[in-house]
């Protein structure tokens, strides 16, 4: 799947990762053959493991605050759920926080989880083909994967 029709099916979110949207990102992709469902789930972990970065990472979730005001950071859950939400809201802000890490911080807000999107390939899968999703991606998506991005964290 090439990035632009990856782009394009995520254009069928209009920026939100609820449960709704993915619902129907989820049936248009399962309506796609199973080498686009894979080529789907490989950009959409290429896309999250290229944010997947300290310089996000660390960010403070904009609409909490720890005891005495002090910030509260993301865990490593809500850093991809963060990630999945920028994602969701297209191509633009995706590729505009790598140049302005601030167009970042928004999507720290609780209200932008985007965990659903997480699920598409798998359920979309299931869907098209009866069976359970099994499919290990290239890269993968789950926090601090990326050693480019996290360069402090390598031996």
Partial sequence: MTWADFWALIAILEGRATQADCGRLTEELSRRSVPDIVGFAERQ????YRLDQERFGTL?????????GSPFLQSADVFL??????????????????????????????EYDGESLLY????????AVGEKWHHLT??????CSNPDGWPHLRD
Wanted: aromatic content about 18%.
């Fill in 60 to 68: 403070p979730v904009v609409d909490l605050t720890a005891r005495f």
């Fill in 45 to 48: 972990a290429e896309a999250l």
């Fill in 120 to 127: 598409v390939p798998g359920e979309a899968y299931e869907l």
């Fill in 81 to 110: 759920y963060t990630r999945c939400a920028v994602v969701a809201a297209g191509r633009d802000v995706w590729e505009s926080v790598f140049f302005d890490t601030d167009k970042f911080v928004p999507y720290t807000a609780s």
């Fill in 138 to 143: 290239r890269y993968s998506y789950e926090t």
